[in-house]
């Protein structure tokens, strides 16, 4: 939607302090390419994943044993699928690391370990860098790009995936294999956001969901990309969930040397991403078409706002909900034939304008598309008569309104400038035609429109006024009283006018001093020329 700010949302970043940086040497890359090749490749012994049969113990009552089996169905596997597990975290631990450098290499990213800038540490990493991608580029035997280095980076983080799933199916009792799985989930997602893969990154996020539902940030992110999907009905749950997760979670983010109460656990709430999670409930109601559930979320939102920004983006999108009286769809229009026009989609913008107007709840909203439409068939589609009568129609509705509307109407300056601009244009286009009555007709009108260039218009009627030296002078003096209106050019053309119609009217003091000041005037032109 036009002019409305819009936020970013991050994923909350503490796992990735646990991120590798580069190899320390291009003998360690290959070495962990050659593992992880090796792992992913050679063949493991075969472990078997059906349940596993009834434990015999002499002496131990049937009844306690079976107990026993059921109870350690929960908590553990045997030794041998432990094993197998823990070497398929180890072959995806070794893919998350090379990911990591690809990534890295392709970012950029150095040694981020000390806070002081290190020029030397710097071009080490850089070099370390470097040797990662010759060495891939030799690996693949021909050369490589950005596109090569992302995909390789991704296939990494895939076949890492891979392997902790698998590890999982083996081990589900595993928390460092959850974790890992975790942390791939979410890698995946970030960079797949990058690339734009959101159904794919989505369901990585819903995932990691599934298997950490404490975090609000992950909720918020998966919120973000339904919105980039255009799932609003899954965003704004995802918002909701972030929310409430958010709250019901600050309790345990207290000091510890702090009593737990309300106002403790207020302080502790993340303020800035629960403004976020409540904006984009309103946001995501408006794209669901209902008003009054958006307007209320953009009230709560108030409450969490941080600084002068957030209230005045939540005023940007409470006046474009309320610019036809709630009417989402007429906003939305108006929006995209806004956009035609600057894709200079001329004729078909006028069309929709035209549509528009009849669908619209109020008559602000229909003077604001009447003006739009007014300004496209004067500039543009060559109808300007019929853009003149628009003009007056509004001009006409404010000139008579005795409600004081005017007075709180924002776009009323617009619309005289308009009006006071196309009259004045009208004049200029009719005194190139020598139509001089026609000229001057609207080159009055132009005098009595307020708006923030009378000056010009005041000019030229001096200028036609040549033969009525004190109807020359009047126009004139006029002008020179909005001389702030005037280039430097018009201002010498008005004083040119004032010294030739006082000459005339045997004013020869006034005419000598105004004479001066065109002079002076002339003078500064040329030098500055």
């Known amino acids: 939607m036009n002019d409305r700010a819009k936020h970013i949302l991050k994923l909350p970043t503490d796992d990735r302090q646990l991120i590798s940086k580069f190899s320390e040497s291009m003998s360690r890359v290959l070495a962990i390419l050659l593992i992880a090749f090796v792992a992913s490749c050679s063949g493991s012994k075969k472990v078997s994943l059906a349940p596993p049969p009834p434990t015999k113990a002499v002496g131990v009552d049937p009844g306690v044993l079976a107990e026993a089996d059921s109870i350690a169905d929960h908590l553990f596997v045997s030794w ?75 296939a990494h983080l895939d076949s890492a995936r891979f392997h902790f799933e698998r590890a999982l199916q083996l081990n589900p009792f595993d928390r460092n294999t959850r974790l890992w799985l975790a942390r791939v989930y979410q890698m995946s ?53 972030a929310e409430t997760v958010l709250s019901e979670t600050a309790v345990f983010d207290v000091p510890d040397e702090t009593a ?34 958006a307007l209320a979320n953009l009230t709560r939102s108030e409450e969490f706002a941080r600084n002068e920004e957030d209230l005045a983006t939540i005023k940007s999108t409470r006046d474009w909900i309320g610019w036809d009286d709630g009417n989402i769809r007429g906003a939305e229009f108006r929006d995209e034939l806004l956009d035609m026009v600057d894709e200079e989609r001329y004729k078909d913008a006028a069309k929709g304008f ?36 628009r003009m007056v129609d509004i001009a006409d509705f404010y000139n008579t309104d005795t409600t004081g509307i005017a007075q709180t109407d924002t776009m009323f300056s617009q619309y005289f400038d308009s009006y006071g601009t196309m009259c004045h244009n009208m004049g200029l286009a009719s005194l190139k035609l020598k139509k001089l009555r026609k000229a001057l007709a609207y080159f009055k009108q132009a005098t009595i429109v307020p708006w923030k260039q009378q000056a010009k218009s005041h000019v030229e009627i001096a200028k036609l006024s040549i033969n009525n030296p004190a109807l020359a002078v009047s126009s004139a003096e006029k002008a020179l009283n909005l001389r702030n209106q005037l280039n430097g050019r018009e201002q010498e053309e008005a004083l040119r006018m004032m010294v030739e119609g006082l000459k005339r009217l045997g004013r020869f003091q006034e005419a000598t001093r105004y004479y001066r000041e065109y002079r002076d005037l002339v003078s500064i032109g040329k030098k500055s020329s």
């Open 80 to 154: 041998d699928r432990q094993q197998l597990a823990a070497e398929k975290r180890l072959a995806g631990e070794k893919r998350i690391e090379m990911s990591n450098e690809l990534w890295d290499a392709l970012e950029g990213v150095g040694d981020e370990t000390s806070a002081e800038t290190d020029t030397v540490a710097a071009v080490e990493t850089f070099n370390k860098g470097a040797r990662h991608l010759l060495a891939l580029q030799k690996l693949q035997d021909g050369s490589i790009d950005e596109e090569t280095v992302r995909r390789q980076s991704l």
């Open 189 to 241: 997602a970030e960079r797949l956001v990058d690339d734009q893969h959101y159904g794919i990154a989505a369901r990585f996020l819903e995932n990691l969901i599934r298997m950490d539902k404490g975090q609000h940030g992950l909720y918020g992110r998966l919120g973000q990309i339904y919105m980039a999907m255009q799932l609003w009905t899954k965003a704004l749950d995802k918002f909701s969930a």
């Open 260 to 293: 737990l109460n309300d106002s403790s656990i207020a302080a502790a709430t993340d303020s800035a991403s629960l403004f976020l999670y409540v904006y984009y409930q309103a946001e995501n109601h408006i794209r669901l078409y209902d008003t009054d559930e």
């Open 354 to 389: 035209d549509a528009l107007s009849k669908k619209l709840t109020t008559n602000r909203a229909r003077r604001e598309i009447q003006w739009r439409l007014a300004i496209l068939e004067f500039t543009h589609l060559e109808k300007e008569e019929q853009a003149m009568k």
